[in-house]
């Protein structure tokens, strides 16, 4: 029975490294393919989403100043006509 028990151990611990060899080589292919893909969009000028957001507050910061400026202009206008 010590026998027995004694290759079930060893077949599990087996089995644990090879789990964590999977696990290891699993991580190392996610890395590899992050990589490859964030160097195939910095070859083609793709904008980051940080980028993307922080061209978008601004374009938002002009049309908001740009319609203020309108207001204005158009009560100077008036002004002008009265």
Known sequence: ???RNKILDDF?????NAMGVAQGAK???ETAMKSLVDRW???RDFVTREEF???????????E???ELKK???ALEAETKA
């Open 12 to 16: 599990s611990q087996l089995m644990t």
């Open 41 to 43: 969009l910095a070859d």
């Open 72 to 74: 204005r202009l158009e």
């Open 65 to 67: 100043e740009n319609e």
């Open 1 to 3: 029975m010590q026998t």
């Open 53 to 63: 957001d922080a061209v978008r507050g601004m374009a938002q910061k002009a049309r």
């Open 27 to 29: 991580d190392e292919a």
